[in-house]
């Protein structure tokens, strides 16, 4: 039964741990990978129910420190893809966030990046829209005292202070456009900023678009939140 428990959680934890960065690789494909992971829930409860077994009915046989050990790996195995399964059901589905609903940032040098994305470069649409002002109604153009051009070094300063890609910088356009890759999964979601002026303010909107996947799971949201944060911490 030791074995057997160590053998189900060690493996439990593979089948979380080890599809992000197989398909980050291009070693698995993304349905095989989230399909991995559904397995290692599975592997998980299995490895917890014989834990309880051996609790219940070995205990005078049972080593804690390795049932500790066992129990930690299948706690992680079943927590980490639900705690993203609730996430997932706490967001809309939607992976095209933009702070211009009327008018969104429209991606330039990062076009043919996406060539070969399944989520198309262009805006996904009105019914995106609603569910993104339901949603997310703090994302707002941002407005600012100071000059485009110190906006615009501002800008292009947080996007390297957050480690992204920098695409893009033209400031005669007043846009700059950023590719960050995720760590564990290693998905590409872009980034366009768009600075404009009315004369007396300076007006800044940014739009963040998955390459791949229906629902982000409130990253994109997230991302447009930390650039305005960093951003702000530059001004």
């Known amino acids: 039964m030791k074995t057997l428990v160590s053998l189900i959680s060690f493996l439990a934890i593979l089948l979380v741990a080890l599809p992000g960065p197989l398909y980050k690789f291009g070693i698995l494909e993304l349905g095989t990978a989230f399909a991995a992971l559904r397995f290692g829930v599975y592997a998980g409860i299995a490895a917890l129910v014989l834990i309880l077994i051996q609790i219940i009915f070995m205990r005078k046989n049972i080593s804690w420190a390795g049932v500790a050990v066992c129990a930690v790996l299948a706690l992680v195995a079943v927590g980490l893809p639900m705690s993203m399964m609730s996430k997932a059901k706490s967001v809309p589905p939607i992976h095209d966030i933009s702070t211009d609903l009327t008018n969104p940032p ?31 109604p703090e994302l707002t153009t941002q407005k ?13 300063s947080a996007v390297n202070s957050l480690g992204w890609e920098l695409v893009n910088a033209d400031k005669s356009l007043g846009i700059i456009e950023a590719t960050e890759t995720t760590a564990w999964f290693g998905f590409k979601d872009d980034v366009v900023v768009r600075i404009r002026t009315t004369g007396e303010e300076s007006f800044l909107d940014v739009r963040s678009k998955s390459r791949v996947g229906k629902s982000d799971l409130g990253k994109n949201a997230e991302r447009i939140h930390t650039l305005i944060d960093a951003i702000n911490s530059q001004l």
């Not at 330039?108 to 569910?131: F, H, M």
């Not at 600012?144 to 292009?156: K, M, N, P, R, V």
Request: no cysteine; aromatic share 12%.
């Open 106 to 136: 429209k991606f330039v040098a990062i076009v043919a990046l996406r060539a070969d994305a399944p989520n198309p470069v262009e805006y996904a649409g009105e019914e995106t829209a609603k569910q993104q002002r339901e949603a997310y």
């Open 144 to 156: 600012y005292s100071q000059s485009t051009d110190q906006l615009f070094d501002a800008t292009e």
